[in-house]
């Protein structure tokens, strides 16, 4: 078994985190573009005021609106055949809740889809990533609001119909699982009405998150339903930040809490997006979490009625989960107790190539359809070396391993995967942090935490790699 002949290689990306343009065109203000900057020691603020003199990463980002012929170019010089991006919201509905769509927005993307088509590189559209449109948080709470779902259903409508001839293959909801844990406030639900602060320290309400997580369920498989029903060229996925936990110790008390952690922020979200319904052991969950869902008639049926076709997900890192233990490590969205085996990242994500191997294979025995890894790479700082360049080799190393053990999935154990988008192919703003020195890129970007830098764009060493990598489908690696 080899990959498939038409794998996906590409890279991945977010609006709000490299289009910028945050107020062209009659964009409106979206969660993200009310998130200030921060680092790994401090956290970034959400406010309910745009506050002047304060940076906002997301208004001007690396300017993908202004560069995207230029990036997609790029993009087709390493040969990308896929490109994963989202759409903005609040690009076609400033505020979310408007009858007509934004002209001026749909036009920009026509462009970009079209730029894609004519580097012969497959869109991958995230319908949302992080950037519901803030007049819905103060409107209803963001998605903890019923009507949040009425308003998505006709974005996406307006998008799927415009867009019909562009893409093929769309993702409902970016990470839908940040929504299990407090972070995602800010990030996925949009709970955050009326505060401003650390997006760490937002008032947590477990029944007005996880029911905004089921509004979301709900509108997603609406609209897969509905996309399903109309348009039939269309692929449909969910997106999951994969959390792989092991078990610290054998201790039967380490593996129960792997075992929970690995329920309760994984497969209760895609048990519901890929099998139509809650895992059984979600009202016990409830129950023991002073949860009480409002559920409308019909909302368990749609459930089943709009099940994706493929699975997505992220991958950076694997934790381990146990009781009575003390060190802890941070990851992506959620921590975990250090590993004795694993090295980190210099934010403390630990590095665990065979985990992709080990989490591709629990995803498939589990569901059957096809996957596809949307994200995976290190986010580290690059320094300019004395030739002028960059000689990113600890990307490289990270990649190549990661590519290593996803073939060996394919390869060696059978698990059917669509494709491989690394995040930020292009550096890009931390979702978690805000920063710019977090750079994930096969493409350096001139462009710094103060803000400063003149957008203008280099190849790292790990471009040219990238570029073989995918010219030989994944066999020469070196
Ligand atoms: C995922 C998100 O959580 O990880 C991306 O989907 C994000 O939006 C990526 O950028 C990497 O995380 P970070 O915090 O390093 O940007």
Redesign the pocket.
Known sequence: MKLRKDFLWGGAT?AN?FEGAWNVDGKGESVSDHCTNGSHTVPKRVTVNIEPDTLYPSHEAIDFYCHYEEDIALFAEMGFKCFRMSINWTRIFPTGMESEPNEAGLAFYDRVFDCCKKHGIEPLVTIS??EMPYALVEKCNGWEGREAIGYFETYCRVIFERYKDKVKYWLTF??IN?GTMPLGNV?STSTVKGYSGPITQVPDSPQARYQALHHQFVASARVVKYAHEHYPQFLLGN?I?FCAVYPFTCHPDDVLEAQRQMRDTNWYCSDVQVKGEYPYYAKAFWEKNGIELKMEPGDLEVLKEGTVDFYTF?Y?MTNCAGVGHEEAVSG??TGGLKNPYLEASA?GWQIDPQGLRWSLNEIYERYHIPLMIV?N?L?ARDERSEDGKFHDSYRIDYLRRHIQQMKLAVEEDGVDLMGYTP??CID??????GEMA?R?GFIYVNKFDDGTGDLSRERKDSFYWYKKVIATNGEDLD
């Open positions: 977010a985190q990533h992080y970016n990470e940040a990030l997106m930040a992220s950076y992506n969205l934010w994200e790479g986010g995040w930020g890009l703003v931390s979702a978690s942090t977090k994930y």
